[in-house]
Nanobody
Framework: QVQLVESGGGLVQAGGSLRLSCAAS????????MGWFRQAPGKEREFVAA????????YYADSVKGRFTISRDNAKNTVYLQMNSLKPEDTAVYYC???????????????????WGQGTQVTVSS
């Protein structure tokens, strides 16, 4: 069974840091675009960051640029999201996503991804 499992969420004070992990199983995603999205209560799921299969190219939403860093370890089939200088507005459920095809034309839409994890809650207190 191919699946993504996120971990690392929790409660943190504003200004703090968390590192999310997304472990893939069932197949390798070393050639595939992977991303992180988030969804706050009452809001639509939004793009946070993405990374190409070889890890060379990364993309970020303007709201997290300079604070969050996406990375991957293909030997472990795992993608990470290091989140620093967290703000209360970062509070959301964070989802890992993978594109099953090795090709992509865009990276910031939910429709660009075929496989999703179950999500992990991140809560930032003020």
């Amino acid at each position: 069974q191919v699946q993504l499992v996120e971990s690392g969420g929790g409660l943190v004070q504003a200004g703090g840091s968390l590192r999310l992990s997304c472990a893939a199983s069932g197949r390798t995603f070393a050639s595939n675009l992977m991303g992180w999205f988030r969804q706050a209560p009452g809001k639509e799921r939004e793009f946070v960051a993405a990374i190409t299969g070889n890890g060379v190219t990364t993309y970020y939403a303007d709201s997290v640029k300079g604070r969050f860093t996406i990375s991957r370890d293909n030997a472990k089939n795992t993608v990470y999201l290091q989140m620093n200088s967290l703000k209360p507005e970062d509070t959301a459920v964070y989802y890992c996503a993978a594109r099953m095809s090795p090709y992509y034309s865009s990276y910031d839409l939910t429709a660009d991804y075929n496989l999703w994890g179950q999500g992990t809650q991140v809560t930032v207190s003020s």
